[in-house]
């Protein structure tokens, strides 16, 4: 048997067929509109009216779906599409950075005698005690132990180790390292050495001697391991203590440590002893 709620319609769909059959029999025959008609009209035009709106609303639903869909895809591809002009932007950026380096690097060797070779930065020491690096260029490029590193700004540091292809360099901001140098201005001599928090200090200065902040420091080329006249950096601080005979001058180097990508290995140090006679 059938349930109420399909009795029900059933009932409403007969009504609404006989009257859709009424009233097309009677604008054949043009008759006036009985009460009877007048009744099916009253009863199936708000039913209708709702169908009629049902329908429009399950269209523009549809509708509205479809846009959201669309609209939903072409906002990924847009995304995607930013998201590789990104990424392009950014190696292209890159590549200008780089190139940007590699013309002063080569403008540097261009301006030296020295014999260097280039090498880059593929390693760093995590210790908070050794300031050291590791580059690709070892024993077999020539790199032999004890040779100094340099970069466009200054020097850089000391291979301590070299290995085939690779080589470990100490920097001079390493506790360890010392470097003979020179106040610029005064020739005033004094070591500089490495610190823990990543600068060094200028020792050994006599209270005497002129020094002042902003004074460029150079190697002096007397300890055997550095060529004369390479940045280091500048003053920072001057203290003369009361008593004593050195004062206590701060540097600031001239290389920046945590930006260092690449520095050139002089290979000649047996040259600096007639470069500096010349």
């Known amino acids: 048997m059938l349930s109420r709620k399909m009795a029900i319609v ?22 006036p509109v009985s009460v009877i008609e007048r009744a099916a009209l009253f009863i199936t035009a708000p039913i209708q ?35 590789l002009a990104l990424e392009k932007n950014r190696r292209h950026t890159e590549i200008e950075l780089s190139n940007a380096r590699l013309r002063k690097l080569l403008d540097f060797k261009e301006k ?17 005690w050794f300031k050291t690096i590791v580059v690709n260029k070892g024993a077999a490029h020539s790199v032999l132990k004890g040779l100094p590193v340099v970069t466009p700004d200054g020097i850089a540091g000391q291979v301590i180790e070299s290995a085939s292809l690779y080589s470990k360099v100490m920097l001079i901001i390493d506790q360890n390292s010392a ?52 940045d280091l950096g500048h003053v920072s601080g001057v203290v003369r203590p009361m008593a004593g005979m050195f004062q206590v001058v701060t540097v600031l180097p001239s290389v920046d440590f945590d930006k260092l990508e690449e520095v050139f290995i002089i290979l000649n140090p047996s040259d600096w002893e007639s470069m500096r006679s010349q």
């Open 179 to 230: 470097v003979d140098a020179l106040i610029q201005r005064t020739r005033a001599r004094g070591i500089i050495q490495g610190e823990s928090g990543g600068g060094f200090n200028r020792k050994y200065v006599l209270r005497k001697e002129d020094v002042r902040v902003e004074d460029s420091v150079v190697s002096s080329g007397l300890d055997g391991v550095f060529p004369k006249g390479f």
């Open 112 to 128: 030296t005698s020295y014999k260097m070779i280039a090498a880059e930065v593929v390693g760093k020491d995590p210790s908070p």
């Open 10 to 31: 059933a009932g409403v769909v007969l009504l609404i067929a006989v009257n859709v059959i009424v009233l097309s029999v009677m604008a054949k025959h043009r008759q």
């Open 49 to 83: 009216t709702a169908f009629h709106h049902a329908v429009k609303w399950t269209k523009n639903l549809w509708r509205q779906y479809f846009i959201l869909v669309f609209t939903a895809k072409e906002n990924e591809d847009l995304k995607e599409a930013l998201k």
